[in-house]
C-alpha cells in the first residue's frame, strides 16, 4: 500500500475501507489483511492519527530499508537523482 492509497482512506472505517479494497484491481497491491494493519482505535471506526502521521514520517522509511535490496535502492537513486542540465 503507498502513502497516497492510505491518505485517500483515512477517515474511513475498518468495515468501509475493506470494502473499497475488495472493489481495487490486483496492481494497487493491497488486501483486507494490509488494512488490518493499520492502527485502527475506537473498535475499527477510524485509525489514529497520530500513529498514522508517525507511519507516514519516521517509520516508512525504517520500512522501506527492511523490504528494499540496498543494491536495487543505489541503483534506483542513481537513475532518479536529478542532475545538472549543462
Known amino acids: 500500500m503507498n502513502e497516497f ?9 475498518l468495515q468501509d475501507m475493506k ?8 496492481s494497487c497491491d493491497i488486501t483486507e489483511d494490509d488494512v488490518e494493519l493499520l ?4 473498535g475499527g471506526l477510524a485509525t489514529d ?3 498514522m502521521t508517525k507511519l507516514f514520517t519516521e517509520d516508512f522509511e525504517e520500512i522501506l530499508q527492511k ?3 540496498p543494491e ?10 536529478a542532475r545538472p542540465l549543462l
Do not use: H
Open 5 to 13: 492509497q492510505i491518505k485517500s482512506y483515512v477517515g474511513t472505517n
Open 19 to 26: 470494502a473499497k479494497v475488495r472493489t481495487m484491481p490486483p
Open 39 to 42: 492502527p485502527w482505535i475506537l
Open 49 to 51: 492519527v497520530k500513529k
Open 67 to 69: 523490504v528494499v535490496d
Open 72 to 81: 536495487e535502492a543505489e541503483e534506483f537513486e542513481k537513475r532518479t537523482t
